[in-house]
């Protein structure tokens, strides 16, 4: 089980709100399939790649610069 928390701000539009969604879906779905392929995860994180491979975090990285927002 994953979750995560970034901050916001009522103000924003939807589609900032949306990116937001979306991108904490994607790390969270990241992190599920990690642990379902049993790559090694650490039991409590240590940081904030939750124990995911650098490659995946170096992906997940690219996507938030193109969508030009950061929840990790």
Not at 22 to 49: E, F, R
Request: hydrophobic share 45%; charged share 15%; glycine share 6%.
């Amino acid at each position: 089980m994953s979750q995560i928390a970034c901050g916001a701000d009522p103000q924003w539009p939807l589609s900032r709100w949306q990116k937001r969604a979306y991108l904490m879906k994607v790390y969270c779905g990241l992190v599920w399939v990690n642990q379902a392929i049993h790559i090694k995860a650490p039991d409590t994180p240590v940081n904030a790649s939750h124990g995911l491979p650098e490659g995946w975090m170096a992906s997940f990285r690219e996507l938030q610069a193109l969508e030009a927002e950061t929840v990790v």
